[in-house]
């Protein structure tokens, strides 16, 4: 396994051992590790209250429910879910899931399809852990300029100084400590609220 790849959680809900024991030989085990079976919704339901999920693959109808309803809040706890539908109503099924990112396929499929639909799936796992990456990056950053405004404003009023004074001083202190503007800011906040 290479350093870039990554294992993804599985849950397969599915009623079918045929289904099942293909989407084992299929999923990649290099990607896919661990996977788990749930063979009705209300047993998927009491899965994913126990962990969470990367992917989720539903065949559906299962025997208690069409899955609809679970796909769309699973979806909603960050797992990429696809579910397998009967043609006759894909257009239904995609119309209530697509809004909430829920990928549809249907059935019955062919394996390059399916193979198909398996990529999708990493490929957008991969391209939203770039996203959530940055995102973390930027609200880390947008922290960091928080708490240097707010130790310049304390600065400012406890100390006098003026504006560019109070940026000056907390740029030498971390230079001249060799440490983060974030860590002297912090500092200063405790200095003068702690």
């Excluded at 990112?101 to 991969?126: C, E, H, Q, Y």
């Excluded at 770039?130 to 406890?158: C, H, T």
């Amino acid at each position: 396994m290479s350093l870039e790849e990554k294992q993804y959680s599985t849950l397969v809900v599915s009623s079918t051992e045929s289904f099942n024991t293909a989407m084992a030989s299929m999923l990649p085990k290099t990607s896919f590790q661990p996977i788990v079976f749930a063979n009705s919704i209300a047993m998927a339901q009491r899965t994913v209250a126990e962990r969470e999920f990367d992917f989720i693959i539903i065949n559906a109808p299962l025997k208690d429910d069409l899955g609809v309803r679970f796909a769309i809040d699973s979806s909603n706890k960050n797992a990429l879910v696809l579910i397998l539908i009967q043609s006759e109503i894909l257009s239904d099924v995609y119309a209530k899931v697509s809004d909430f990112g829920v990928f549809t396929l249907a059935k019955p499929m062919s394996k390059p399809s399916m193979d198909n639909a398996i990529r999708w799936l990493l490929t957008t796992k991969k391209r939203l852990g770039k996203a959530e990456k940055n995102s973390a990056k930027m609200e880390d950053k947008m922290q960091e300029i928080r708490l240097v405004n707010k130790a310049k404003w304390l600065l400012i009023s406890k100390e006098g100084l003026l504006e560019p004074e109070a940026h000056r001083y907390l740029e030498k202190e971390a230079m001249n400590r060799c440490v983060s503007k974030k860590d002297v800011a912090l500092e200063i906040i405790n200095k003068y609220e702690g």
